[in-house]
Nanobody, 116 residues
Framework: QVALPQFGGGSVQAGGSLTVSCWSY????????LAWYRQGPGNERERIASLSSYGTRNYADSVKGRFTLSVDNARNRLILQMNNLKPEDTAVYSCYHLLPGGNYYWGQGTQVTVTS
């Protein structure tokens, strides 16, 4: 399956901000599930932000209040705005797009590194 292209990320000092985006090959519309996952060194992949098919946003406690998931429907773009970054946020970040019929896409992954 083809991975969704992602942009952004990079390296920043603690307290800084970064944005990661991905573009979906499918039109983003109602009843789709969108999410951001990350996998840090030696850790399992975890879901950190999601937008359910019913329009409900959820965030992991570790990022709540600092990260924001948004959608640019006109450009089929999923965005993760990350503020007040911490060294423990260092990870590979991947977007996820689940369609109502069960097809899904993963992003290619983007490295985010936060230095102290």
């Amino acid at each position: 399956q083809v991975a969704l292209p992602q942009f952004g990320g990079g390296s920043v000092q603690a307290g800084g901000s970064l944005t990661v985006s991905c573009w979906s090959y499918e039109t983003i519309s109602d009843f789709h599930t969108l999410a951001w996952y990350r996998q840090g060194p030696g850790n399992e992949r975890e879901r950190i932000a999601s937008l359910s098919s019913y329009g409900t946003r959820n965030y992991a406690d570790s990022v709540k209040g600092r990260f924001t998931l948004s959608v640019d429907n006109a450009r089929n773009r999923l965005i993760l705005q990350m503020n007040n970054l911490k060294p423990e946020d260092t990870a590979v970040y991947s977007c996820y797009h689940l369609l109502p019929g069960g097809n899904y896409y993963w992003g290619q992954g983007t490295q985010v590194t936060v230095t102290s």
